[in-house]
């Protein structure tokens, strides 16, 4: 998780920290390294470096901000 204040880079209000929902489960999601890969049924992730997703809201112009840290 970020640490601190976080102001909007596009109206300077300070920002609101929240995750993006997967509906695919009740997780938090997470940043991936390298491109995306494809296997017979799905994106392949396995093996691969992963950092959960923290996301910031700006409440006065609705901008999104994503940050991860090593976990």
Same mark, same amino acid.
């Given at each position: 998780?970020? $640490?601190?204040?976080? /102001?909007?880079?596009?109206?300077?209000? $300070?920002? $609101?920290?929240?995750?993006?929902?997967? =509906?695919?489960?009740?997780?938090? #999601?997470?940043?991936?390294? #390298?491109?995306?890969?494809?296997?017979?049924?799905?994106?392949?992730?396995f093996r691969r470096k =992963?950092?959960?997703?923290?996301?910031?809201?700006?409440?006065?112009?609705?901008?999104?901000? /994503?940050?991860?840290? /090593?976990?």
């Amino acid at each position: 998780m970020v $640490q601190g204040e976080i /102001a909007c880079v596009k109206c300077k209000h $300070q920002m $609101q920290e929240g995750f993006l929902l997967d =509906r695919g489960g009740p997780s938090v #999601g997470e940043w991936v390294e #390298g491109p995306p890969e494809y296997g017979w049924l799905s994106l392949k992730w396995f093996r691969r470096k =992963r950092m959960p997703i923290t996301i910031f809201r700006c409440p006065s112009c609705g901008y999104l901000e /994503a940050y991860t840290r /090593a976990k």
